[in-house]
């Protein structure tokens, strides 16, 4: 099973901006869509975005013209840029790749978005 590595959360101000990577131990075109997922305190997760194997790309009304998802296949990683963040964003991210009958999680990102 791949094991996914997310890295790039931290604290930002609103209004800044933070670059997500996901980093896969193994090829991420063998797998259908990649995706990020976040989860507030007291939340269910929710999708945030996804990309396709043909980099089609789909994203959660609260994030569209904010975050842009973006791969590298070359580099194995998939980069979620988070832009205008604000309040609402705080949480944990993950990454998600998902095969035909498989479904793998990093361990999170946290991002805090606070003045």
């Known amino acids: 099973q791949v094991q996914l590595v997310e890295s790039g959360g931290g604290l930002v101000q609103p209004g800044g901006s933070l670059r997500l990577s996901c980093a896969a131990s193994?090829?991420?075109?063998?797998?259908?869509?990649m995706g990020w997922y976040r989860q507030a305190p007291g939340k269910q997760r929710e999708l945030v975005a996804t990309i396709t194997r043909d980099a089609s790309t789909g994203y959660a009304d609260s994030v569209k013209g904010r975050f842009t998802i973006s791969r590298d296949n070359a580099k194995n990683t998939v980069y979620l840029q988070m832009n205008s963040l604000e309040p609402e964003d705080t949480a944990v991210y993950y990454c998600n790749a998902a095969g035909i009958t498989t479904s793998s999680w990093g361990q999170g990102t946290q991002v805090t978005v606070s003045s």
């Open positions: 193994g090829s991420i075109f063998s797998f259908i869509a």
